[in-house]
């Protein structure tokens, strides 16, 4: 089993910056990615950038600027930069890993429980 454990949420002004992270744990055998996704009320979850093994990112276009993913592989740990923050910004964010348990495994998805954003005008 794997856990997810999220930190860095909290209240900030518009243009203002917040980091999160994600730290994974239990039966890891490798992570093949990491990333981010953000729900806001009412929305469906949407993907806000991931980062594979090989520091490879993909970041939404409306954080692209703004927005930096990273990772730290020997702690199995991804962060997300989060600068000039918009009211728009705000959603609760999501943690994912592709997590390979074994070394037969070819990759399970696992989420953080979320941790909120709120950016005020």
């Known amino acids: 089993q794997v856990q997810l454990v999220e930190s860095g949420g909290g209240l900030v002004q518009a243009g203002g910056s917040l980091s999160l992270s994600c730290a994974a744990s239990?039966?890891?055998?490798?992570?093949?990615?990491m990333g981010w996704y953000r729900q806001a009320p009412g929305k469906t979850r949407a993907l806000v950038a991931v980062i594979t093994s090989d520091g490879s990112t993909n970041i939404a276009d409306s954080v692209k600027g703004r927005f930096t993913i990273s990772r730290d592989n020997a702690k199995n740990t991804v962060f997300l930069q989060m600068n000039s923050l918009k009211p728009e910004d705000t959603a609760v964010y999501y943690c994912i890993a592709d997590v390979r348990s074994t070394w037969s495994d070819r990759g399970s998805n696992y989420w953080g429980q979320g941790t909120q954003v709120t950016v005020s005008s």
């Open positions: 239990g039966t890891i055998f490798m992570i093949n990615a």
